[in-house]
């Protein structure tokens, strides 16, 4: 198609050194299948796995690991997975890490609890039970899927000054549109294969990107390019490879109105 060929076509150039990549928002529709499309290729295990250590990649560049606590809240899903395994990767790096888990388990869950338990990682399906040790946290909730016996720690968190890394989509967001009046406000954003259009309202103070492992058929196949990853970084900051507004990247988007973005904050 002309968006495959384009994407080809973006990836050759850059690769030459003669244009930099665009960076694409992808759509919720879309993101499902680059995901389908991975997981046919590898596994859902692999992807977790990929992906959990880019989201402590994510940490050590923003938050460096000097005597800090990292609470990672995590839901069901392959993000609820990735920030199971984040929590592993993070402790050989220096972190203390805690993991909060909600009734509705991620993938393979058995067996990364078991993972985690060989570790010493404690896991509890209470926050307040975590809460003192936070220095930061992380969410890896995964957008507006309703997980109900989480509802209370992320309010905690919403209404606290602990800064918060979100994988993906912010937990209450809609992957499409973007916060809803109970969704978090992250500090950090890290996106995971390639931004969704709901991070063009993310107004942070850093927004990462990992996915140098997307296969280039899969890049092609769904009409986006990654930005030029340095040495073996896993992540990259990703702001200045995004469409602004008024580029052909971003004229096909439904822009949705901006005005009610101060108000998904407001307090109970």
């Given at each position: 198609t002309e968006r495959e060929m384009a994407a080809v076509l973006d990836r050759v150039t850059t690769a030459l050194g003669l244009t930099t990549p665009k960076v694409r928002y992808l759509s919720g529709e879309e993101a499902t299948g680059v995901r389908d499309a991975l997981v046919a290729e590898f596994s859902v295990s692999w992807l977790m796995e990929i992906h959990g250590l880019a989201v402590a990649s994510c940490l050590v560049e923003a938050f460096p690991p000097d005597e800090t606590t990292v609470v990672i809240i995590c839901g069901s899903g392959d993000v609820g997975g990735a920030g199971m395994v984040a929590a592993r990767y993070l402790t050989t790096m220096g972190y203390r890490t805690r993991v909060v888990v909600s009734t509705a388990e991620p993938p393979d869950f058995d067996k990364l609890k078991k993972q985690l338990d060989l570790m010493n990682i404690p896991v509890t399906t209470s926050l307040h039970e975590t809460w003192d040790e936070a220095d930061v946290v992380v969410d890896a909730v995964s957008g507006y899927a309703s997980v109900p016996d989480l509802d209370k720690a992320l309010s905690l968190v919403r209404h606290s000054n602990v800064p918060i890394v979100s994988v993906d989509v912010p937990a209450g967001w809609d992957v499409d549109?973007?916060?809803?009046?109970?969704?978090?406000?992250?500090?950090?954003?890290?996106?995971?294969?390639?931004?969704?259009?709901?991070?063009?309202?993310?107004?942070?103070?850093?927004?990462?990107?990992?996915?140098?492992?997307?296969?280039?058929?899969?890049?092609?196949?769904?009409?986006?390019?990654?930005?030029?990853?340095?040495?073996?970084?896993?992540?990259?900051?990703?702001?200045?490879?995004?469409?602004?507004?008024?580029?052909?990247?971003?004229?096909?988007d439904d822009d949705d109105d901006d005005s009610d973005d101060d108000d998904d904050d407001e307090d109970e």
């Open positions: 549109v973007g916060p809803t009046a109970t969704g978090l406000l992250p500090d950090v954003l890290i996106s995971l294969v390639a931004p969704k259009k709901c991070s063009r309202r993310f107004k942070g103070r850093a927004h990462y990107l990992g996915g140098r492992f997307v296969p280039p058929a899969v890049q092609d196949q769904f009409g986006f390019a990654l930005p030029p990853f340095q040495g073996t970084a896993q992540v990259i900051r990703v702001e200045t490879y995004l469409p602004q507004p008024g580029d052909a990247n971003e004229s096909n």
